[in-house]
């Protein structure tokens, strides 16, 4: 008999769990999967469905009434734009800070620091377009606080999301400052501290505050509430470190 109540309960837990609609900034693909798996420890009748895209293209369909609960954005601007125009239940939060690091297809000799870009040998660099990219302003601070924009300026190939900034890292230009979080790729795998990369000061720059925000259709799904909660809590945050992102 106790089984059998055991099982009941259990069925109508899977029956009453709602879906939770999550929309997330592309930079978190390779996070998500594992918050959602310790998410599910603690709710596992709770069914969450992804969404990847750009933080600007996800903003507009969210304005256009697309079914979201949560939204992960690259940066504060959208949530934050979302909050002002009455689309939220919360104001925005940060939950985590997205750091940079600079990356070489090749192995190379890092022991100089960021003055390899110096190098006669490094001809181009890839860098986000700091007009378009949150990672491209970071970008572009570090350079401005470490004076050497004017000495690598000529070498700059600007991709205009950090998405592009690393496809051209890893095909069209010798080093690129890119996101730290896409070394967790598993195409980026193979790539290792010290001999492919070497993460920036973080005080040279302003870390990229990605913000997150409980949208209004989520006013009733309960779900999607604790889901928002689990994001900002410790145990997250220790995912999103292990990802290669900072979080206070």
Not at 44 to 62: D, E, F, R
Not at 139 to 147: G, H, I, Y
């Given at each position: 008999?106790k089984?059998?109540?055991?099982?009941?309960?259990?069925?109508?837990?899977?029956?009453?769990?709602?879906?939770?609609?999550?929309?997330?900034?592309?930079?978190?693909?390779?996070?998500?999967d594992?918050?959602?798996?310790?998410?599910?420890?603690?709710?596992?009748g709770?069914?969450?469905?992804?969404?990847?895209?750009?933080?600007?293209?996800?903003?507009?369909?969210?304005?256009?009434?697309?079914?979201?609960?949560?939204?992960?954005?690259?940066?504060?601007?959208?949530?934050?734009?979302?909050?002002?125009e009455?689309?939220?239940?919360?104001?925005?939060?940060?939950?985590?800070?997205?750091?940079?690091?600079?990356?070489?297809?090749?192995?190379?000799?890092?022991?100089?620091?960021?003055?390899?870009?110096?190098?006669?040998?490094?001809?181009?660099?890839?860098?986000?377009?700091?007009?378009?990219?949150?990672y491209g302003?970071?970008?572009?601070?570090?350079?401005?606080?470490?004076k050497?924009?004017?000495?690598?300026?000529?070498?700059l190939?600007?991709?205009?999301?950090?998405?592009?900034?690393?496809?051209?890292?890893v095909?069209?230009?010798?080093?690129?400052?890119?996101a730290?979080?896409?070394?967790?790729?598993?195409?980026?795998?193979?790539?290792h501290?010290?001999?492919?990369?070497?993460?920036?000061?973080?005080?040279?720059?302003?870390?990229?505050?990605?913000g997150?925000v409980?949208?209004?259709?989520?006013?009733?799904?309960?779900?999607?509430?604790?889901?928002?909660k689990?994001?900002?809590?410790?145990?997250?945050k220790?995912?999103?470190r292990?990802?290669g992102?900072s979080?206070?």
């Amino acid at each position: 008999m106790k089984r059998i109540i055991f099982s009941l309960f259990l069925l109508h837990s899977f029956v009453f769990a709602e879906m939770v609609n999550v929309a997330v900034a592309a930079n978190v693909s390779y996070a998500i999967d594992t918050l959602i798996k310790q998410f599910h420890q603690e709710h596992p009748g709770t069914k969450v469905q992804v969404t990847l895209g750009s933080s600007g293209k996800l903003t507009a369909q969210i304005k256009n009434h697309a079914p979201y609960d949560v939204f992960m954005s690259a940066n504060m601007n959208y949530p934050e734009a979302l909050y002002e125009e009455g689309l939220t239940l919360s104001k925005p939060h940060i939950y985590a800070q997205g750091s940079l690091v600079l990356f070489s297809v090749k192995k190379r000799d890092f022991s100089q620091g960021v003055a390899i870009v110096h190098s006669k040998a490094i001809r181009r660099i890839a860098m986000a377009n700091p007009k378009t990219a949150p990672y491209g302003k970071a970008t572009q601070e570090f350079l401005d606080n470490t004076k050497l924009y004017d000495a690598i300026k000529s070498k700059l190939i600007f991709g205009e999301s950090i998405g592009q900034t690393i496809s051209y890292s890893v095909s069209a230009t010798d080093m690129g400052f890119i996101a730290a979080s896409a070394l967790h790729s598993p195409k980026m795998a193979q790539f290792h501290k010290g001999e492919n990369y070497i993460e920036l000061d973080t005080t040279l720059y302003t870390p990229i505050s990605q913000g997150i925000v409980l949208l209004k259709n989520a006013t009733k799904n309960k779900d999607a509430q604790l889901f928002y909660k689990f994001i900002l809590s410790a145990q997250a945050k220790e995912i999103f470190r292990h990802y290669g992102y900072s979080v206070q």
